[in-house]
């Protein structure tokens, strides 16, 4: 299957701090990719979609200034956590979407574990 | 508004028992379906998924499972489970518009050897 990468799997900060987390689709083009955050024993909930080359997309409740999208590429995205405050802790996955034979799937990247101090 | 529903919390079977896993979903439209497994420190990795065609979707390390649109189910099976099948099941679902997907809460499979 299609594989995804996020960088790095884990990090710590300090509040206030900025964190960015990259994704990338390592053997396939993804025009368009999708953040996520996973609370403990919860299930993902989307946060916002990336679309190359346009501004991302972001579901209801979740702020475009706090947590910036960059897709810059047809092979990474990027989400990068402005002053992160510890309520910003999380796991954070991305998904790049593969299309073929006219059905799309999302592959997801491994994650990123995010601890606010 | 779309929702996916996994009745099934926390399962625990001994080997070779079989395993049935519920999900249920809420959207009039024409869905995808798909099923997600996360093995401990790892990643979400696509199981099987529905489209169109056959109700009856055969999946990876012989997973299946049923589309019933009458009763909005999409049921994952194994009939006979092993250790390694240990895992987080993910089941999702994504409107053929918008192709988000929506997840359900998840159910944690825990296999007795």
């Known amino acids: 299957g299609a594989v995804v990468s996020q960088h790095p799997s884990w990090v710590i900060c300090k509040s206030g701090t900025s964190v960015k987390i990259e994704c990338r689709s390592l053997?396939?083009?993804?025009?368009?990719m999708f953040w996520y955050r996973q609370f403990p024993k919860q299930s993902l909930m989307l946060m916002a979609t990336?679309?190359?080359?346009?501004?991302?997309?972001?579901e209801q409740g979740v702020e475009k200034d706090k947590f910036l999208i960059n897709h810059a590429s047809l092979t990474l995205s990027t989400l990068t956590v402005t002053s992160a405050h510890p309520e910003d802790s999380s796991f954070y996955i991305c998904?790049?979407?593969?299309?073929?034979?006219?059905?799309?799937?999302?592959?997801f990247g491994p994650g990123t574990r995010l601890l606010v101090l | 508004a779309q929702s996916v529903s996994q009745h099934n919390h926390h399962v625990i079977l001994s080997e070779a028992a079989s395993l049935e896993l519920g999900c249920n979903y809420s959207?009039?439209?024409?869905?995808?379906l798909f099923w997600y497994v996360q093995y401990p420190g790892q990643h979400l990795q696509l199981l099987l998924k529905?489209?169109?065609?056959?109700?009856l979707v055969k999946g990876i390390k012989g997973f299946e499972a049923e589309f019933i649109k009458s009763k909005f189910s999409f049921n994952l099976r194994k009939p006979s489970v092993q250790w390694s099948d240990t895992a987080e099941y993910f089941c999702?679902?994504?409107?053929?518009?918008?192709?988000?997907?929506?997840f359900g809460t998840g159910t944690r499979l825990k296999v007795l050897a």
């Open positions: 959207y009039g439209g024409t869905v995808n």
């Open positions: 999702a679902v994504s409107s053929s518009g918008t192709y988000k997907y929506i």
């Open positions: 529905y489209f169109s065609g056959d109700p």
């Open positions: 998904s790049a979407r593969q299309w073929g034979a006219l059905q799309e799937t999302q592959y």
């Open positions: 990336s679309n190359e080359g346009s501004k991302a997309t972001y």
């Open positions: 053997d396939f083009q993804a025009t368009t």
